[in-house]
């Protein structure tokens, strides 16, 4: 097996600088544990805060050492689900999306690894102020939502600050990483590993429906937007400044842009929209992918990708040392 040898890999026991994005729904236990088999960590996706599918989604990790992660602003309506996840032993937890103040001290206080994704050099000071143990910085490539730092930049930019101010931070990259040249740019920017999400989001172990798969396939990376309008459509109350990445399509034809018009119908178009996701329709819901669609050509195995990416990144990192 390929190894990438990073501070996170000897930090955190791994063989593979790569932790798994903890996707809303499609990121569960059976991807997780795959991750974590191969040699990266893999996070369950919290999501809204379904405890109920959170408890399945460890039995379905099989024991295997696996982390979680919680949309932040959602945990505030429900922190018991922190508080039950952590009785779960996972080996980190990753905040995103809100302030992580008010769960730092339980999150390190069960011994778990606390990780912070950022989208803005502010989010980077407040996760170093709660003492994360880990900064992602999640530029707007990324898929699902975020904001509208670019990866390159802004990846530099945080590992400049932490080197500075709080050294022993590990950093990882989001955002656009979808192979080993990916993860190669992430290390010579400056950070010791990535997260990946869509590459991940497009395995076999991901709980996404076929139908989206084969979107993914067929979509190059100029196929995605950031919107509203999947949220609108969800009623979910989303906090100003972050937009979604998703696959262009009917959907979004139809309601970018019109954001006012949609809030109106929400009430009606929000049953439509859920049993269009539930039935996989690529074209009348949001598939939930990024700009990396354009560097995927088929539905693997998550240890699989995992691998390669390593020996792509070494092989990259080698030929320009």
Same mark, same amino acid.
């Given at each position: 097996? /390929? /190894?990438? #040898?990073? !501070? ?15 996707? #809303? ?5 059976? @991807? ?19 405890? #109920?599918? @959170? ?27 922190? /508080? ?7 080996? #980190?937890?990753?905040?995103? *999306? ?53 990866? +390159? ?23 656009? +990483?979808?192979? $080993? ?29 076929? !139908? ?11 196929? /995605? ?16 400044? *972050?937009?979604?990445? +998703?696959?262009?399509?009917? *959907? ?36 939930? *992918?990024?700009?990396?669609? $354009?560097?995927?050509?088929? +539905? ?7 691998? !390669? ?13």
């Amino acid at each position: 097996m /390929t /190894t990438l #040898a990073t !501070r996170l890999t000897r930090s955190w026991n791994l063989k593979h600088p790569v932790l798994s994005a903890p996707m #809303a729904f499609a990121g569960g236990g059976e @991807l997780a544990a795959a991750v974590s088999r191969a040699g990266g960590l893999g996070l369950i996706g919290g999501g809204y805060g379904d405890p #109920a599918w @959170l408890e399945e989604q460890f039995d379905a990790a099989r024991g295997q050492s696996v982390g979680v992660g919680f949309i932040t602003w959602s945990l505030r309506k429900s922190p018991s689900l922190l /508080t039950d996840a952590l009785k779960r032993k996972p080996v #980190a937890v990753m905040l995103s *999306f809100g302030d992580p103040r008010p769960f730092a001290v339980e999150i390190h206080a069960a011994g778990a690894r606390l990780i912070c994704q950022c989208q803005d050099m502010e989010h980077v000071q407040d996760a170093v102020d709660v003492g994360a143990d880990a900064v992602i910085a999640q530029g707007a490539e990324a898929g699902g939502h975020g904001a509208l730092r670019g990866g +390159i930049t802004f990846t530099a930019e945080a590992a400049d600050y932490l080197r500075v101010n709080a050294p022993d931070t590990l950093l990882l990259a989001a955002g656009g +990483i979808a192979d $080993g040249r990916g993860l190669a740019a992430a290390l010579m920017l400056g950070a010791d590993g990535v997260l990946m999400g869509t590459r991940l989001w497009a395995s076999r172990e991901a709980l996404v429906h076929a !139908r989206h798969h084969e979107a993914i396939i067929g979509t190059d990376g100029d196929g /995605t937007i950031r919107t509203r309008v999947p949220d609108i459509a969800r009623q979910l109350p989303w906090p100003k400044g *972050f937009t979604a990445r +998703i696959r262009r399509n009917a *959907f979004t034809n139809r309601w970018h842009g019109r954001e006012d018009e949609l809030e109106k119908c929400a009430p009606v178009e929000a049953p439509r929209y859920r049993k269009a996701f539930a039935e996989g329709d690529p074209e009348n819901t949001a598939v939930w *992918f990024g700009e990396a669609a $354009g560097l995927i050509h088929s +539905i693997e195995p998550a240890g699989t990708i995992l691998e !390669r990416a390593s020996a792509e990144a070494s092989a990259c990192l080698k030929r320009y040392a």
